[in-house]
């Protein structure tokens, strides 16, 4: 798959996993499901959860977490594949 087609793939996900108040452990389970299952997943970071770190370092762990790449960061969302 080209990076164009990467990128259009991406623009055209919507969210479907919300990282809240209680932070990255309840979604793990649901990221790498979703994961496994779409192999591309677009992860809404809120500002309960974000509280004084970024989103990229809360992406960062999360894609560590699941043992999944991090492909982007924009604004509060991250795209996680596998």
Do not use: Y
Not at 8 to 14: E, F, G, S, T, Y
Not at 29 to 47: H, I, N, T
């Amino acid at each position: 798959m080209s990076e164009h087609d990467i990128r259009r793939r991406i623009h055209d996900l919507d969210v479907t996993v919300w990282v809240g108040k209680k932070g990255l452990g309840p979604v793990e389970d649901e990221l790498d499901d979703q994961l496994d299952d779409r192999g591309l997943v677009k992860v809404k970071f809120l500002r309960a959860a974000r509280g004084g770190t970024t989103t990229e370092d809360l992406a960062a762990d999360l894609a560590d977490r699941v043992d999944a790449d991090l492909v982007d960061t924009r604004g509060h969302t991250g795209v996680f594949a596998r």
